[in-house]
T-cell receptor, first 116, second 114 residues
């Protein structure tokens, strides 16, 4: 079974500062994908970044980067130069290929609050 | 390109009543997912469709929940009868195919069961 653990229920960061949101995962599969989604108060899940288990380079998308440490089974999200609009829930998720199914298993999320 | 559409956005019902949610995925997306997100938790997959067939419904409480995607496009999720613990946000997502890695989510339907 797959499991995602996000140990930070809430985080505060000063505007324009960088912040790291933690995520650890557990799976016995060798092939898997790791995702981060943002969920504003409006409720929609917004895809941020993806890292494949065989990718050697850490993924980056604009101000988002994923610090992938395979041996430690961690996939932390780094947001650089935080903005007020970054205040939201952030979810780490893992996808493991199954029998025709590519389900996402989500963590419990971290609530990020950006302080002006 | 239009995103995933869901309706209604909010619904309040009494326990033991019935409720239905509707989802229209992104045009051309073959795979559709329904998730349940209870307050304070991450989304949990209820059911996955590939076109009009069910790929996985292992976590769907089939004694009260049902879902269909008859023409392989839009989908409905029904709860009958509702329980207090069904209060949650129900999210619909779609992908072009089952192997695609990014799931596109709709705005969700927030259900409150009194």
């Amino acid at each position: 079974a797959q499991k995602i653990t996000q140990t930070q229920p809430g985080m505060f960061v000063q505007e324009k500062e960088a912040v790291t949101l933690d995520c650890t995962y557990d799976t016995s599969d060798q092939s898997y994908g790791l995702f981060w989604y943002k969920q504003p108060s409006s409720g929609e899940m917004i895809f941020l970044i993806y890292q494949g288990s065989y990718d050697e380079q850490n993924a980056t998308e604009g101000r988002y980067s994923l610090n992938f440490q395979k041996a430690r089974k961690s996939a932390n999200l780094v947001i650089s130069a935080s903005q007020l609009g970054d205040s939201a829930m952030y979810f780490c998720a893992m996808r493991v290929p199954g029998a025709g199914s590519y389900q996402l298993t989500f963590g419990k999320g971290t609530k990020l609050s950006v302080i002006p | 390109e239009a995103g995933v559409a869901q309706s209604p956005r909010y619904k309040i019902i009494e326990k033991r009543q019935s409720v239905a949610f509707w989802c229209n995925p992104i045009s051309g997306h073959a795979t559709l997912y329904w998730y349940q997100q209870i307050l304070g938790q991450g989304p949990k997959l209820l059911i996955q469709f590939q076109n009009n067939g069910v790929v996985d419904d292992s976590q769907l409480p089939k004694d009260r929940f049902s879902a269909e995607r008859l023409k392989g496009v839009d989908s409905t999720l029904k709860i009958q009868p509702a329980k207090l613990e069904d209060s949650a946000v129900y999210l619909c997502a779609s992908t072009p195919g089952s192997g695609a890695y990014e799931q596109f989510f709709g705005p969700g339907t927030r259900l409150t069961v009194l």
